[in-house]
């Protein structure tokens, strides 16, 4: 049985987050709300495209693109879709679905061209009222994998017409109410206002839905407390990384309390030993820090857990990190391929910003982008030449020029490593 999915919708206008269609203020930072719901716990995001003309639309087309750069769950694309070259923009932004309005008279053909072009698994059709089902039994099966129900009053009509799985648009949370729609098997999942609000407790939901018996895709350990080995006064160490820089934040601990409250809300809780109280990370300073994931080393006495950290301070005196008292430090060759990408982009940065006589990067920069251009043609041709060579020596000195060109490209451009890599992650 599939896990259920709760969605969150992001309403976007300008490029920016507003609350809904008819409410478009206050506005707020789209990537900001968009990384809120996937440290949350919400299984998928619909990003509704308020745009009212071309130009607006293409702004809103880019803030899909850098909201699925910024984020890891799936997302689903939908508003202001006239024609097929608009599907195709919000999947080429990124969106693993793509979301068309039943109530439109020009969605069932649209359906059938998109559905043809890039296969039923991509579309859903959002409804308000049955008709559309009507208009497309002969060819809806083939084209649409999951429709988007607007008003659970169409259920029970909706059931005894078709076996589409869909999502259903709840007004407000009542959990008993959800428990007796998720036991549906077509139910995939459910969406709303309140999903949207963000002081929602998503993992909480989770888990009092699973508790219930449906299937969530919430926090199942592999290995209990009772697994672990404490320490004498009955606690394990938690090493506590960034998810995604690696980079060590703290040190803290856990007790059994902490540890099943953490598994339970998705959100890192320690056991204070200086206060001996349980404590959720950021619950009055705002930092918290979301799980990603814990594993127990090969004793089994001490957890790493990865996390995204909110706000990027861990320490309690306002750093990034807790680590940051050197003892000593000897220098060392960086090995690491992003490190070393990012320390050389930095470098070429600095020469930008504080000019060096005789420097090649600045004498780049002072031609402008024209000059820049050229040395990147320049050095790909020196590649596919280098290539022509049995001897590799030759072709790791071509892309080493080669990509030191492109990072003074990127410098010019604004564009950093973290762009790229997010790129490349999308494309997975």
């Not at 309140?194 to 939901?205: C, E, K, Q, Y």
Request: aromatic share 8%; proline share 3%.
């Amino acid at each position: 049985m599939e896990h259920k999915n709760i969605v969150a919708t992001i309403y976007i206008k300008d490029g920016m987050a507003v609350e809904g269609p008819a409410k478009l203020e206050p506005k707020r930072d789209v990537l900001e709300l968009a990384k809120l719901y996937n440290d949350s716990g919400v299984d998928k995001i619909i990003c509704y495209d308020l745009s009212k003309d071309d130009e607006e639309h293409e702004k809103n087309i880019l803030a899909i693109r850098e909201i699925n750069r910024s984020i890891e769950i799936k997302t689903c694309g939908g508003g202001n879709i006239k024609r097929l070259e608009d599907v195709k923009k919000l999947l080429y932004a990124g969106c693993i679905e793509v979301i068309l309005n039943g109530s439109k008279p020009d969605t069932p053909q649209l359906l059938k061209e998109a559905g043809s072009r890039f296969g039923a698994e991509k579309m859903l059709v959002s409804l308000y009222n049955i008709d559309f089902l009507f208009k497309t039994k002969e060819f809806l099966h083939d084209h649409v994998h999951e429709l988007l129900i607007y008003y659970p009053d169409m259920l029970e009509s909706l059931e005894a017409i078709t076996d589409i799985p869909y999502i259903v648009d709840i007004r407000e949370m009542d959990t008993p109410s959800l428990i007796g729609l998720l036991r549906s098997e077509q139910i995939r999942g459910i969406s709303g206002a309140f999903i949207n609000d963000v002081s929602t407790d998503i993992m909480r939901l989770k888990c009092e839905l699973s508790d219930a018996g449906i299937k969530m895709d919430n926090f199942e350990p592999k290995l209990s407390w009772d697994d672990l080995k404490k320490n004498e006064q009955g606690l394990v160490p938690v090493i506590v990384q960034d998810y995604q820089t690696n980079e060590v934040l703290m040190l803290a601990y856990m007790d059994r309390e902490a540890f099943l409250t953490t598994m339970r809300i998705g959100k890192m809780t320690y056991f204070s030993r200086s206060r001996q109280e349980l404590w959720t990370k950021g619950m009055t300073s705002g930092h918290i820090q979301y799980v990603k994931s814990l594993s127990a080393d090969c004793d089994y006495d001490t957890i790493l857990a990865k996390v995204s950290q909110v706000g990027g301070i861990a320490c309690h005196t306002g750093a990034p990190s807790c680590f940051f008292n050197e003892i000593v430090k000897k220098e060392y060759q960086e090995r690491n391929p992003l490190k070393v990408f990012e320390k050389v982009y930095d470098t070429i940065l600095d020469r930008r910003e504080h000019p060096r006589e005789g420097s090649y990067t600045n004498y780049l920069f002072d031609k402008g982008i024209d000059k820049i251009l050229k040395k990147v043609g320049e050095e790909a041709t020196e590649i596919v030449i280098a290539a022509k060579n049995p001897n590799t020596e030759e072709i790791k000195y071509e892309i080493s020029d080669f990509l030191y060109h492109v990072m003074v490209l990127m410098a010019e451009k604004g564009v950093t490593w973290e762009d790229i890599t997010r790129e490349l992650a999308q494309r997975n």
